[in-house]
């Protein structure tokens, strides 16, 4: 029966995870709560920032569970094999942020954990994302609403002290209205495209990184000051096995449409196995993932060859990308190369719109 399970989670996007498993994270999750206790009279900023991250995670977790586990701890019904990972990604930080936070309170300093904390959302192309999952997700942000509007009320009252943090959260709240704008047409029953639904998972996800900034700046608004220098050693996309991980999501259903799938996955494997990834093609995707959060910059198009990554157009009076700076309304892109060569930075006031996509082989 094992067998079979894990044959029909493959085939379905579903997975049937341990109850055990499941049960865990939502303990993983509880450690928030004796830590919270215990730094009840801690001042320490930097200690009080890193433990507002792991009770955000914490909340949003829960939040993401919420239907999976019911009171006892027993699975209520299979999960998503995004959803898991998602959970996943989010209560395996907390040890980490716990242990950072009560290091920071005993010696200043001492922490190791940089901030801000940025915790990416799990996107999966290759699946259609499930209904529960968007319904999942607008828990999360909810969750996450409920968590800093307190704190956020009392911010409004220290005039420009908070002026960042407010002017983020009036995009988290934005973002959270559009996910629900969409997501609440599905849940009556209505048939939309998978793109209604990848747009949807996306407006949550750029609510929730927003909402987890806003978090810690709540506890020091000095945060905001950090928050367009991502470091070049956090996790990227680029560190993915998904071949079609820095794939514009409008290229990918371009490609599926027109049915070029097969070829393109081939064309992508064979060009990540001859690309050396650099730092600061990490450095590229981590900016570009701050950037979109803050409202500075959109996707405007895709590049026309492989891997058909986005184009950006830049909204603010200029943005800083790997050491350059790209003006108003300018558009830019990173060039990962064609047959193991460099990458690099590319940016024109517009580039033209490609009639088709370039395979390598072409």
Not at 43 to 54: E, G, Q, S
Not at 82 to 106: C, F, N, S
Not at 181 to 199: D, F, K, L, N, W
Not at 289 to 308: A, H, K, M, N, V
Request: net charge negative.
């Amino acid at each position: 029966m094992a067998f079979l399970d894990r044959l029909r989670g493959v085939l379905s996007g579903q997975r049937l995870c341990m109850t055990e498993h499941l049960a865990g994270y939502r303990r993983l999750g509880e450690q928030v709560f004796e830590v919270e206790v215990e730094m009840n009279d801690v001042t320490n900023k930097r200690a009080l920032v890193l433990l507002r991250v792991a009770k955000s995670l914490q909340v949003m977790g829960d939040a993401l569970l919420q239907d999976v586990l019911q009171s006892d701890d027993t699975a209520a019904q299979p999960i998503p094999v995004m959803t898991h990972e998602q959970a996943e990604g989010w209560y395996k930080r907390i040890p980490d942020l716990l242990v950072a936070a009560r290091q920071e309170a005993a010696f200043e300093g001492s922490a190791k954990v940089s901030l801000p904390v940025h915790i990416p959302t799990v996107h999966d192309e290759k699946v259609a994302c499930p209904v529960s999952h968007l319904a999942g997700m607008r828990r999360a942000a909810d969750a996450m609403e409920n968590l800093v509007k307190d704190k956020l009320a009392f911010a409004r009252t220290q005039g420009d002290l908070y002026k960042e943090v407010i002017l983020l959260y009036e995009e988290a709240r934005t973002r959270r209205q559009a996910g629900d704008a969409i997501v609440g047409s599905i849940m009556t029953g209505q048939r939309v495209s998978q793109s209604r639904h990848e747009e949807g998972e996306e407006q949550y996800g750029m609510a929730l990184s927003a909402y987890l900034l806003i978090a810690q700046a709540l506890e020091n608004p000095e945060i905001m000051t950090k928050r367009v220098h991502p470091s070049t050693t956090r996790m990227s996309r680029l560190d993915s096995r998904d071949v079609f991980k820095v794939t514009s999501k409008t290229a990918l259903r371009e490609i599926r449409r027109s049915g070029e799938y097969t070829e393109a996955q081939a064309d992508l494997m064979e060009m990540w196995q001859q690309h050396d990834i650099t730092e600061i093609e990490r450095e590229y995707e981590n900016t570009v993932d701050e950037l979109l959060s803050q409202g500075l910059i959109r996707e405007d198009g895709y590049w026309y060859c492989c891997p058909f990554q986005p184009v950006y157009r830049v909204l603010n009076p200029s943005v800083h990308v790997v050491n350059f700076t790209v003006p108003q309304h300018h558009v830019f892109v990173w060039d990962y190369g064609e047959d193991g060569a460099p990458g690099r930075f590319v940016t024109k006031a517009s580039f033209g719109r490609a009639d088709s996509r370039h395979y390598c082989e072409d």
